[in-house]
């Protein structure tokens, strides 16, 4: 790889890092690919890990970040290439081989035991911990631990009473304490405040200065730039990039994790006749609050019939509520959402479906179907109460038959059996179903949700189109997605979430994706 | 070359479940009669037996009868349970609530049958309800499983009976041991001692799968039991209807007692249930929850049971008995599971 500080790369990344010339890496992977069902997890990567190195690993949601970390911690087994420890060819065929091997991992969500106190917790399945114990002991081995490695813990402390910043470092302790010499971070610092967040990069560099590495998993485009002395970029499995981090931008990483080769379809043009028109759905200065948390701050969005609103960002930056509360099923802490002028903050979900707000929801399996109940059940959920399906109290299963048959008939879904549980059903056609199901009611406004997630290109395509047929008769689409491309081709507006605010909104056309990528990464656009 | 191999269906068609769960009973019933064979008994002879003494004789038929009822109202109880999502383990207590509730009404309330009839209904019906209060409550609001806290609460009404029959409530009369004295109004009968708690029972069960299937109410509760989620989404009343349902299916336990008290054994006694709620957790699952299948499964359990005390004088302990229920239920779930596969031929091309 040639970076710019370095063009002819001359330089080894030893001398860089200040290590003795063919010193080998602490751990590499050569060619490593996994393999799921219909799925390339990961392919052909390499990636090598120096001692004394912050090497940050950066990519969306779906690059592979998360499979890699799982081969290099003994989780998964790759399906080809090679692991090398030291030099050495490994095998980890399981993570306490990993371990062993020196090579722990914090993830994003802790595994720690809240009743225990700290002591416990760094010495639970530890095959260093001595057989008598007694609270005294295993207290006094950690406080020294603690000394050891320069993480300040407090070892008779409950993990339940510690703040989340707390918490992170006795996982770290725990991982180090069994001799970690690479310690893999995931989103470390989600979690944190700015302050703990400091306070967790004077750990990580002075845990690099004693000859060991650090691997920073993250989205956070200033984190990297600030932390890291190389990143690898990975993007759909592969990877893209090593760079030094000192000769990045964050704009070039952005451009790095998500221009990939965009396929450009322009699906704007609209027939004659078919035009924007007034704002249906707007969301006025709205903020969800939950357990202290501000999952949703001051959003505002004007939302037009006729229109595809996109919602772009890093899964889990508020998208999930912004659908809530678009459909009802969330009532605002502070602020009003409003359809045709009305306030229906308090409406409630059933008022917002016969008001003509469809909703594709991002979990199918726990939100949109029964999978355990039949396809006639799931696919009539919407009109299962209108005529010709209900005669007052009375429910019709024939009529419910009838309907189903027609939406399947829409949904181009070859149903063998009504009666067979939808759960049968390969996950195309039951989004397709959903879909179908939801179009029928959406006479103002559709939510998507992630429509696409665990599609293949066919069924993508078919849902792109359902939105496009929506769109031509008036309705406003908002298109929550991770893919860009079904953003840069189909919305007229683009709203970027970060952290529960929208950091901007942007013309879909002729849209510079290094912009949506910064604001995916937390840059305000001004 | 020619290979077997096994297919696993989605779904297995309605024939081939029927046939296995034909096969599964069958199955159950020779292993228990091996083992009586092995204990130095005659199976064939003691099934003989069995069956003469119940269909041979109108005497057999109506002790038949008197088993069916309460299994039927248990059966419907926990089945209905099924249907939103809820193990209702606690038929047995509510049963024993809704016996103690009638039986106080009938001992302490003066007035004309047809009066004081409805009101011990009533009474029954609100003691099983009430007796499913705090867990239906506590699952609702704060999500802790029903499985336990239904559980628990038949123990409570278990001891509440014994402890009223030979105390405060014994018969005075000195005539009987503990029991409180005999009713003063009795459920009419239809024929012979066959009262009309079983009519009523196989009435509720038709109602109960009309309004499981043919009612807008009906889809609601079986979306929200099988997935709340959904439910939400679709922004139907979930907690509302959970709570009406459990309530529902301890009113009907508690039904159940009152035909138990005042049409079969007319005095309140310690262990009226007779373990009718546990064996009807059993008759709803062998019904997969459909009250029309419960009819066939309590009809089939109460053969069994009946079976059980026929032979009594035989030897036999009503634990082998409720040994040989759990053996059913046993090869039902085996045979519901072997009902999926279907053994395919292929043949495979020489080179």
Redesign the interface.
């Known amino acids: 790889m040639v970076s710019i500080a370095d063009p002819m790369g001359t330089v080894s990344i030893q001398s860089r890092l200040g290590l003795a010339p063919g010193t080998p890496p602490l751990v590499a992977l050569r060619g490593v690919a996994k393999y799921f069902p219909g799925v390339i997890a990961n392919e052909d990567v390499d990636l090598a890990i120096y001692p004394g190195e912050i090497h940050a690993l950066l990519g969306e949601n779906g690059a592979g970040k998360s499979t890699l970390m799982n081969i290099l911690t003994g989780i998964y087994q790759a399906d080809a290439g090679e692991i090398l420890r030291d030099g050495e060819t490994a095998e980890f065929s399981s993570p306490i081989d990993a371990i062993a091997a020196g090579i722990g991992m914090v993830h994003q969500h802790f595994k720690l035991v809240n009743a225990f106190t700290v002591a416990e917790n760094v010495h639970l399945g530890w095959s260093q911990t001595p057989a008598r114990i007694s609270a005294r002991t295993l207290e006094a081995r950690t406080q020294k631990l603690s000394q050891d490695l320069g993480l300040t813990v407090n070892a008779s402390a409950r993990v339940s009473d510690l703040s989340t910043g707390e918490q992170q470092r006795v996982e770290i302790l725990r991982v180090l304490a069994r001799d970690a010499k690479v310690l893999i971070l995931d989103e470390p610092t989600a979690v944190l405040t700015p302050a703990e967040a400091r306070e967790l990069f004077v750990a990580l560099r002075a845990f690099t200065a004693r000859g060991n590495a650090v691997i920073f998993i993250s989205h956070k485009l200033d984190e990297v730039v600030e932390i890291s002395n190389r990143v690898t970029i990975l993007r759909g499995g592969r990877k893209v990039a090593t760079e030094w981090t000192e000769s990045c931008t964050e704009k070039s990483l952005a451009q790095m994790m998500v221009g990939r080769e965009i396929v450009l379809n322009n699906l704007r043009e609209r027939p004659k006749g078919a035009t924007i028109g007034a704002p249906v759905l707007s969301l006025k200065d709205v903020s969800l609050k939950s357990h202290g948390a501000m999952l949703l701050k001051n959003v505002s969005l004007d939302l037009h019939a006729g229109e595809v609103l996109g919602i772009a960002g890093v899964a889990g930056n508020g998208q999930r509520e912004l659908s809530h509360m678009l459909t009802?099923?969330a009532v605002p802490s502070s602020g009003q959402v409003h359809l045709d002028g009305v306030d229906v903050s308090m409406s409630?979900?059933?008022?917002?479906?016969e008001a003509g707000v469809g909703?594709i929801?991002e979990?199918r399996l726990?939100?949109?179907?029964?999978?355990?109940?039949s396809i006639t059940?799931n696919t009539v959920?919407?009109e299962?109460?209108d005529a010709p399906l209900?005669q007052g109290?009375?429910?019709?299963?024939r009529q419910a038959l009838h309907l189903a048959q027609e939406i399947a008939k829409l949904a181009e879904v070859m149903v063998p059996?009504f009666a067979?549980?939808a759960r049968?059903l390969s996950g195309g056609n039951q989004q397709r179903l959903v879909a179908r199901r939801e179009m029928r009611i959406a006479d103002k406004v559709l939510i998507a949700a992630y429509p696409s997630r665990g599609l293949d290109v066919g069924a993508i395509n078919t849902m792109m189109h359902y939105f496009v047929e929506l769109r031509d008769r008036g309705v406003a689409v908002i298109l929550i997605s991770e893919e860009l491309e079904e953003l840069v081709n189909l919305a007229d507006r683009i709203a970027v979430m970060f952290h529960g605010e929208i950091m901007g909104i942007v013309p879909g056309e002729g849209v510079d994706i290094e912009d949506i990528g910064l604001m995916m990464g937390g840059r305000r656009n001004t | 070359m020619m290979s077997y191999r096994l297919q696993r269906l989605?779904?297995a068609s309605p024939a081939v479940a029927f046939a296995a769960r034909l096969v599964s009973v069958i199955a159950a019933l020779a292993t228990a009669g091996l083992i009586l064979k092995l204990a130095g008994m005659e199976p064939l002879a003691l099934g003989a037996k069995v069956i003469s003494s119940t269909f041979g004789s109108s005497f057999g038929i109506a002790d038949l009868a008197l088993l069916f009822s309460p299994l039927l109202y248990c059966g419907l109880a926990v089945a209905i349970g099924m249907r939103v999502g809820v193990w209702n383990i606690g038929a047995e207590g509510q049963f024993n609530l809704g016996a103690f509730s009638a039986a106080g009404v009938g001992l302490f309330v003066a007035g004309p049958p047809v009066l004081i009839l409805p009101l011990m209904v009533l009474a029954g019906m609100i003691g099983g309800a009430l007796w499913i209060l705090i867990p239906t409550l506590a699952r609702a609001y704060a999500g802790v499983s029903e499985l336990i806290t239904t559980l628990l609460m038949n123990f409570v009404a278990t001891l509440l009976v014994y402890f009223v029959a030979t105390g405060p409530w014994l018969d005075s009369s000195g005539m009987a041991l503990a029991t409180t004295a005999r009713l003063p109004v009795a459920i009419p009968e239809i024929w012979d001692i066959v009262h009309w708690g079983l009519p009523v029972a196989l009435g509720l069960a038709v109602v109960l799968a009309i309004a499981f299937?043919?009612?807008?109410?009906?889809?609601e509760v079986?979306?929200g039991g099988?997935?709340p989620?959904?439910?939400?989404?679709?922004?139907?009343p979930v907690r509302r209807h959970l709570i009406f349902v459990m309530l529902l299916s301890g009113a009907l336990a508690g039904l159940g007692g009152v035909m138990e008290v005042a049409g079969t054994v007319h005095r309140l006694q310690g262990g009226i249930s007779n373990n009718f709620g546990y064996i009807g957790i059993m008759v709803a699952v062998l019904a997969r929850a459909a009250p029309l299948g419960v009819i066939v499964s309590a009809l089939f359990m109460a053969v069994v049971l009946n079976g059980g005390i026929i032979l009594q004088p035989q030897g036999l302990t009503t634990q082998t008995v409720l040994a040989v229920t759990g053996l059913i239920l046993l090869y039902a779930a085996i045979g519901d599971e072997f009902a999926r596969y279907r053994v395919l031929r292929t043949i495979q091309p020489q080179d």
């Open positions: 009802g099923l409630g979900a059933r008022a917002m479906a909703h929801p979990d726990h939100a949109g179907m029964s999978p355990a109940l059940d959920l919407r299962y109460a209900a109290p009375w429910y019709i299963p059996d067979m549980p049968n | 989605p779904a299937n043919y009612t807008k109410w009906g889809y079986r979306i099988s997935n989620g959904n439910a939400l989404y679709a922004g139907m």
